[in-house]
Nanobody, 122 residues
Framework: QVQLVESGGGLVQPGGSLTLSCAAA????????MGWYRQRLGNQRELVAD???????NYADFVKGRFTISREGRKTTVTLQMNSLKPEDTAVYFC????????????????WGQGTQVAVPS
């Protein structure tokens, strides 16, 4: 069993910063990429940013220059530094682990966290 534990959401004023963290727990051998998605009210879930185990990053256009994603430790922890937050960044943010190899040979294509709320009032 692999679980993603998220932390760091909350309420922040426009222009402020928040840091989201996500740690993968379980008998993990490797994770190809980890990332953050968000779901705004009434909208579909969308990619915010992701990062491969080699450190290759990918950002949605709407966060380029404002958000930074990184992986730490044994590369089972991913952090999203969010700066210059806007009201339109208000959403539930979900951590994702893609292509997870579990000790013993199990392969999990996608694992999701429970989501953490980020609120930026207008």
């Amino acid at each position: 069993q692999v679980q993603l534990v998220e932390s760091g959401g909350g309420l922040v004023q426009p222009g402020g910063s928040l840091t989201l963290s996500c740690a993968a727990a379980g008998n993990i051998h490797s994770i190809y990429s980890m990332g953050w998605y968000r779901q705004r009210l009434g909208n579909q879930r969308e990619l915010v940013a992701d990062i491969t185990y080699q450190g290759i990053t990918n950002y949605a256009d709407f966060v380029k220059g404002r958000f930074t994603i990184s992986r730490e430790g044994r590369k089972t922890t991913v952090t999203l530094q969010m700066n210059s937050l806007k009201p339109e960044d208000t959403a539930v943010y979900f951590c994702n682990a893609n292509s997870v190899e579990v000790l013993g040979g199990l392969h999990l294509q996608d694992v999701w966290g429970q989501g953490t709320q980020v609120a930026v009032p207008s």
